[in-house]
Structures are given as structure tokens and as C-alpha cells.
């Protein structure tokens, strides 16, 4: 099923004061990717860039640390409500980051840029051939991309008890999509196992990251005992019941940048 976007919005401006405290896979796979974007393209200086999904600010911190090329920094996000935390901590930065609300395959990009990043944000989106393209045609020649988002066994557990999850692509499906528009350079998965005490507190976790946004319906009192039972007979463990996050990434650089090497 696809996500109701105007839900993904409200469920993750209700999390933002929250969402750092618990987003402990968020910012792990952040890391990597600036990490695997670095070992594959060493010699990337980019002028300016786009990131997509910036959320609070926590990534967004890290690629004005990591790349002091940059001249210019658009952080596009769904809910508008973050960008009152873009704006706080841009305050520490020079003055080049700024602030595009809007949903990615909808909103007018103002421009090209010499790097796209995202993390943890484009398994959301409705049509993913139609925004790889979209991307494609905003890099510039030599340019690079560079994403993490998360495959088919991410909340497994949750969709084995509920029938419910989002329809995320395999990383040979991603793979094949990306490399229509773009060379790709780097392809891999992970998987990242989180313990709770006990689902009630999982389900914390799901809210107060905001990932809880498939059904706008909440619990009934039978149904959440139901749950909780299920959950601790076929997912408890010494360290207590688990949650299953499956990051995957990719490095491309623009195709141009492959036809300019083939030339």
C-alpha cells in the first residue's frame, strides 16, 4: 500500500520534538552514507546540493561538516514544520542552507545541482522510476547521488502480525531502476536489529520517530492485547523483542559523467 502522504506529514510534525531522542538507525545509516559516498567518490567538491527528507536538521548538520565545498545547500522535506529546526541550527552555518517544503515528485526544483543526497526518506514515495528520472535531469554533468532508504525485510515483524507495510523495492529492483538514468558505483544493504522492553514500547519508538504513518486508525484495547501477545511469542529474545531495519544504498554519478569517461 502507499502511504497517505498527508498523514506522513502529520504523524511526522507530531514526532519532531521527539524524533532525534529515538532515531538511532536514522542516524547510523546517515553516517554510512556520507562514509560510503566518501570511499567511492573521493574527489567529489561539490558547489551546491539538495537534500531530500532533511527532517530535523541531524544529516543536514553533518554535510556542512563533511563537505566545506559547498556554496549552496537546498534541504527540501514534506512537512513544513521542520524547517523551524533548519533555521535554528543553520544559525551555527554560513548562510547557504535554505528551505524548500513540498513533496519531492511534486515540487519545482529551482535548479541543478552538483549533489542530491537523501537518507531514510524515498521508500515513501508513490513512484520511484518517475522521481529517479526526475533526479536524473537535476544533476549536473559529473554530479552525484548518493541515497539510503530501506528494503522489504525493514518492520518485518510488524507486517507478519499486522498484514500491513509499505511496498519497498529489493535492491536489485532499485538497482535496475537507478541504472537507467545514472552509473551507478555502489549498491548494498544492511540489516540493523533494535530491542525493546516490550511492544508497547516499540510502538513508542514507531510514533515518536513518526514511521507510524501507514493507518490513521488506532488501537482498540483487544486488538493492541492481541498484538502484544503475538509480538512477544514469536519475536522475544534475551535482550527482549526486536525490531528489524533493512537500510539499503546507493552511490551513482550522472550518466553524462559515464559518457564523458567513455569518450
Same mark, same amino acid.
Given at each position: 500500500m502507499n502511504a497517505d502522504k498527508s498523514l506522513i506529514s502529520r504523524r511526522f510534525a507530531h514526532a519532531l520534538s521527539t524524533y532525534e531522542d529515538e532515531a538511532?538507525?536514522?542516524?547510523?545509516?546517515?553516517?554510512?552514507?556520507l562514509r560510503f559516498l566518501a570511499?567511492?567518490?573521493?574527489g567529489v567538491h561539490p558547489r551546491n546540493a539538495l537534500e531530500?527528507?532533511?527532517?530535523?536538521?541531524?544529516?543536514?548538520?553533518?554535510?556542512v561538516a563533511r563537505l566545506p565545498s559547498l556554496a549552496q545547500l537546498t534541504v527540501c522535506d514534506l512537512v513544513a514544520a521542520f524547517q523551524?529546526?533548519?533555521?535554528?541550527?543553520?544559525?551555527?552555518?554560513?548562510?547557504?542552507?535554505?528551505?524548500?517544503?513540498?513533496?519531492?515528485?511534486?515540487v519545482e526544483l529551482p535548479q541543478n545541482y552538483d549533489l542530491i543526497l537523501s537518507s531514510s526518506t524515498l521508500h515513501w514515495v508513490h513512484d520511484f522510476p518517475a522521481l529517479s528520472a526526475? +533526479?536524473?535531469? /537535476?544533476?549536473?554533468?559529473?554530479? !552525484?547521488?548518493?541515497? %539510503?532508504?530501506?528494503?522489504?525485510?525493514?518492520?518485518?515483524?510488524?507486517?507478519?502480525?499486522?498484514?500491513?507495510?509499505?511496498?519497498?523495492?529489493?535492491?536489485?529492483?532499485?538497482r535496475h531502476i537507478l541504472s537507467r538514468h545514472f552509473e551507478l558505483l555502489l549498491a548494498r544493504e544492511e540489516h540493523h536489529e533494535?530491542?525493546?522492553?516490550?511492544?508497547?514500547?516499540?510502538?513508542?519508538h514507531l510514533r515518536d520517530t513518526g514511521v507510524?504513518?501507514?493507518?490513521?486508525?488506532?488501537?482498540?484495547?483487544?486488538?493492541?492485547?492481541a498484538f502484544t501477545a503475538a509480538y512477544r511469542e514469536r519475536f522475544s529474545g534475551e535482550?527482549?523483542?526486536? +525490531?528489524?531495519? /533493512?537500510?539499503?544504498?546507493?552511490? !551513482?554519478?550522472?550518466? %553524462?559523467?559515464k559518457e564523458t569517461k567513455a569518450t
Open positions: 538511532q538507525v536514522q542516524a547510523q545509516v546517515g553516517d554510512a552514507l570511499e567511492t567518490l573521493p531530500i527528507g532533511c527532517c530535523t536538521g541531524m544529516l543536514t548538520e553533518k554535510i523551524s529546526c533548519i533555521d535554528t541550527r543553520s544559525r551555527a552555518w554560513r548562510q547557504y542552507v535554505s528551505f524548500l517544503a513540498g513533496d519531492i515528485e511534486q526526475k +533526479l536524473a535531469r /537535476h544533476l549536473n554533468a559529473g554530479g !552525484a547521488l548518493a541515497i %539510503a532508504l530501506y528494503g522489504p525485510d525493514n518492520f518485518t515483524e510488524i507486517r507478519e502480525l499486522t498484514g500491513s507495510g509499505l511496498p519497498y523495492l529489493s535492491l536489485e529492483e532499485l533494535l530491542w525493546f522492553a516490550d511492544p508497547i514500547a516499540l510502538l513508542h507510524n504513518a501507514l493507518s490513521p486508525v488506532g488501537w482498540t484495547k483487544g486488538r493492541l492485547a535482550q527482549g523483542i526486536r +525490531l528489524t531495519y /533493512h537500510p539499503l544504498y546507493f552511490i !551513482a554519478s550522472s550518466q %553524462a559523467e
